[in-house]
């Protein structure tokens, strides 16, 4: 089965729109309200018995982006990247 995949392409513009409204949502979000959560999800996430779900939702909800929450984890559980094996 050697037939060639199908590859999703993202056009530029969709690109560009998305990053506009990314703009809009981090302009007119609460920074104080974002910093203070994130700042929860790192503190919750160095409790090793704590569940970091609902301080998670908490981020969300202060219109933390993905990034920014995954950033406050690494914090505390650093960041794993594969070795490349050629």
Do not use: C
Request: aromatic share 4%; charged share 30%; glycine share 6%.
């Amino acid at each position: 089965d050697d037939a060639p995949l199908d590859t999703l392409h993202i056009g530029p513009e969709v690109e560009e729109r998305q990053m506009k409204r990314l703009s809009h949502v981090k302009d007119e979000r609460d920074d104080g309200a974002v910093k203070a959560a994130l700042a929860t999800v790192a503190g919750d996430a160095a409790q090793p018995d704590v569940n970091l779900m609902p301080s998670i939702l908490d981020a969300v909800r202060a219109y933390a982006t993905v990034g920014e929450v995954v950033d406050a984890m690494a914090d505390v559980f650093g960041r794993w990247t594969e070795d490349p094996v050629i």
